[in-house]
């Protein structure tokens, strides 16, 4: 007789693959880059990168794109370099010009005032090329396209805001002041935003040179590969399981509870907050689950049903538990 092969899972190849996005590409660029060298389509992101910013872009493969929506990604941490001296109408050096006074130090104690008035909770307004939709339209779509916008402010946090380092360099024979810094802060807060507001509150005016997002929620650089590096052994960052268990918090279930769950039926809650993972006794994640209305409903099935037992589950039919549910 032929060995006996267990059923395919469905989660070949899937998971969430974090990539260290290159300068110059925009998201979409890169998940498309990706579809090819891991030759599928089934591939989403979670958040975007500009194209001038590099870093940490989370990305879901097959079965995890179901995941994306999930993710608690509320917290970001970047390097960047500010530029002190000049000031541009996008707040990077990809815009318009509009005033050079220069700038070779400023005063340590205003420094501190101004960066210590960005960081906290502060009212913060978007940079004018942000991807904030205006009237259906991409706010950086109608202001390269002529449009002067006014964007109100948005509450946002800002947890760190560290000058690690600062030097004076000469651009196009003008003396600028580069400030180095380190970001932590929630989705929604425009770096750059804080290099113009850092620049206007010094007087000398500012924008961002170099942007690197170095942590998406749990995820950091630590996790990523290049392109190139993908390029050489195309395969997910973390499987489904290793995403689930990096992303999400952990309930232990039985054998039972396991097969009830790969059903889409919900158990009993034990007071869990959040979304969080339902680990079978083989230690793999059965499903997502998240308690509300006294129940713990399944948000997404990592391992239905349709897709074969469970590895622990012996062969042949899977009896499902008669828990009174539709």
Request: proline fraction near 7%; glycine fraction near 10%.
């Amino acid at each position: 007789m032929p060995p006996h092969r267990r059923p395919p899972t469905g989660l070949d190849g899937a998971g969430l693959l974090v990539v260290d996005k290159p300068a110059g590409m925009t998201s979409h660029d890169v998940v498309a880059r990706c579809r090819k060298l891991l030759g599928t389509r089934k591939i989403g992101h979670a958040g975007t990168l500009d194209p001038m910013a590099t870093g940490v872009l989370v990305l879901g493969v097959e079965r995890a794109t179901k995941m994306l929506g999930l993710l608690s990604l509320t917290t970001k941490a970047y390097t960047a370099t500010v530029r002190l001296g000049q000031s541009f109408d996008t707040d990077d050096a990809e815009g318009e010009l509009l005033e050079a006074p220069g700038a070779t130090a400023v005063d340590p104690a205003a420094l501190a005032a101004a960066v210590a008035a960005l960081t906290g909770d502060i009212q913060q307004v978007p940079a004018s090329v942000s991807a904030l939709k205006v009237d259906g339209q991409r706010a950086h779509v109608r202001v390269r396209a002529g449009e002067q916008l006014d964007l109100p402010a948005r509450p946002v946090t800002v947890s760190r805001f560290d000058v690690v380092a600062q030097r004076v360099v000469e651009v196009d024979g003008l003396a600028v002041l580069d400030l180095d810094v380190e970001v932590d802060c929630t989705s929604g807060t425009y770096v750059r935003a804080l290099a113009r507001d850092l620049g206007a509150a010094l007087g000398t005016g500012g924008h961002l040179t170099v942007l690197r997002r170095t942590r998406v929620g749990p995820f950091t650089l630590d996790h990523a590969s290049t392109l190139e590096q993908l390029a050489d052994d195309p395969r997910v960052s973390l499987d489904a399981d290793e995403a689930a268990l990096t992303a999400f918090g952990r309930r232990e279930i039985d054998l039972e509870e396991a097969v009830v769950v790969s059903h889409g039926r919900w158990l009993e809650p034990r007071g869990v907050v959040g979304v969080h993972a339902a680990v079978g006794p083989d230690g793999r994640v059965v499903a997502l689950l998240e308690e509300s209305g006294g129940r713990a409903r399944t948000v997404m099935v990592v391992r239905p049903s349709t897709l074969g037992p469970a590895p622990d589950l012996p062969p042949g039919p899977v009896q499902v538990p008669d828990t009174g549910q539709p």
